[in-house]
């Protein structure tokens, strides 16, 4: 089954950096786009927030305006990992952050499962 483990969340001062990982097994990974989404802290599920979008290949990313510029998403296709690399890091930016694979291959319409997440916490 579909099983998507994230890792490398923690506490981290304003202007700090975090990279977070997304080990990926039970699809044909190669053939989706990858989201990295979060819930902030007393928000419902329904307000989950798209973060990054990066296509199969690797070569086409997406970002949402309030972490452009300071989030890079990537992808190693050989380990079947896709990491957020994020910089210059904000109290608002506070969240449990999860990956998610597209509901269809190939397409970025949509994503349709994502994993437990990792708690971002940046405070000082």
């Known amino acids: 089954q579909v099983q998507l483990v994230e890792s490398g969340g923690g506490l981290v001062q304003p202007g700090g950096s975090l990279t977070l990982s997304c080990e990926a097994s039970?699809?044909?990974?190669?053939?989706?786009y990858m989201w990295w989404v979060r819930l902030a802290p007393g928000k419902g599920i329904h307000e989950m927030e798209?973060?990054?979008?990066?296509?199969?290949?690797?070569?086409?990313?997406l970002y949402a305006d309030s972490v452009k510029g300071r989030f890079t998403i990537s992808r190693d296709n050989a380990k079947n990992i896709v990491y957020l690399k994020m910089t210059n890091l904000k109290p608002e930016d506070t969240a449990v952050y999860s990956c998610?694979?597209?509901?269809?291959?190939?397409?970025?319409?949509?994503?349709?499962?994502w994993g437990q997440g990792t708690q971002v916490t940046v405070s000082s």
């Open positions: 039970g699809f044909p990974f190669t053939r989706y």
């Open positions: 998610a694979k597209g509901r269809v291959p190939s397409s970025p319409s949509a994503y349709d499962y």
């Open positions: 798209w973060v990054s979008r990066i296509d199969p290949s690797g070569a086409s990313t």
